[in-house]
């Protein structure tokens, strides 16, 4: 069983910046695909960033283009969410979760195809 734990949450102000950490609990997680979801309070989890098997691919909602950032950390075994100039609607919790090596493209936004989940980091940003 792959365990995920996220970090990196915090209370920030609008414009700041957060870095997020996802780690899992196997020595091959750059062969999973690891996705960036979000919820908040009285609304559906969301995509929000995710990437391939060893990085091939990325993709990203359109509501965080250009501000966030994905990435794979190999030699520390970790995904980075790095999140720009955040709004207080970027206010959430937020999980990271793995799939399946061949999940790639269009398929990384879809929850369904992600197996594994962490407990989620809370984001706060006042305006």
């Known amino acids: 069983q792959l365990q995920m734990a996220e970090s990196g949450g915090g209370l920030v102000q609008a414009g700041d910046s957060l870095r997020l950490s996802c780690a899992a609990s196997?020595?091959?997680?750059?062969?999973?695909?690891v996705g960036w979801f979000r919820q908040a309070p009285g609304q559906e989890r969301e995509f929000v960033a995710a990437?391939?098997?060893?990085?091939?691919?990325?993709l990203y909602a359109d509501g965080v283009q250009g501000r966030f950032t994905i990435a794979r950390d190999i030699d520390k075994n970790l995904v980075h969410l790095q999140m720009n100039i955040l709004k207080p609607e970027d206010s959430a919790i937020y999980y990271c979760?793995?799939?399946?090596?061949?999940?790639?493209?269009?398929?990384?936004?879809?929850?369904?195809?992600?197996?594994?989940w962490g407990q989620g980091t809370q984001v706060s940003v006042s305006s």
């Open positions: 196997v020595q091959t997680y750059e062969y999973y695909a």
């Open positions: 990437v391939s098997r060893v990085g091939a691919d990325t």
């Open positions: 979760a793995a799939a399946s090596t061949w999940t790639r493209g269009a398929r990384l936004q879809n929850s369904n195809e992600y197996r594994f």
